[in-house]
């Protein structure tokens, strides 16, 4: 296996929720109506860092699509799937597309402000 070289991506990034590889950037999403067998997915234009698994048919709630697997190609987990054809009209707009699942991955928003959701101590114990 070759060297592994990871793509930085500038801006808001979803990242893999397990080694925090930028997998799409937020100017990618087009929506976050996906559901999986885990739950929510969200559907991107385009994804990096990531490798294709094999093309399999395979029976989706909008009906038959060709689509392969997506790892993280950091760490290898599973972290979605690639839509290569629909075969319904109504449903050619996924292809070519990618569907990350959200319990998969993480907003990559870093904040500015610290919020200590763990106080030490209560106002009443101030005075």
């Known amino acids: 296996m070759g060297r592994i070289f990871v793509v930085d ?10 080694c925090e590889t930028p997998l799409a ?16 997915a969200y559907l991107f ?7 294709v ?17 997506i790892f993280c190609c950091c760490c290898g987990q599973i972290v979605g799937w690639k839509y290569e054809a629909a075969h319904e009209k109504s449903q ?5 597309k990618f569907v990350l699942e959200r319990g998969r991955i993480v907003d990559g928003v870093e904040s500015e ?3 200590d959701t763990h106080p030490t101590m209560s106002d009443a114990e101030d005075a």
């Open 9 to 18: 991506l500038d801006g808001r990034t979803y990242k893999c929720k397990f």
């Open 25 to 40: 950037l937020a100017d990618e999403l087009v929506s976050r109506a996906f559901h999986c067998r885990r739950g929510k």
């Open 45 to 51: 234009n385009n994804a990096a860092n990531i490798t």
């Open 53 to 69: 698994g094999t093309l399999e048919e395979r029976m989706m709630q909008s009906g038959m699509h060709t689509v392969a697997d």
């Open 92 to 96: 050619k707009y996924k292809e070519g």
């Open 113 to 115: 402000f610290y919020i």
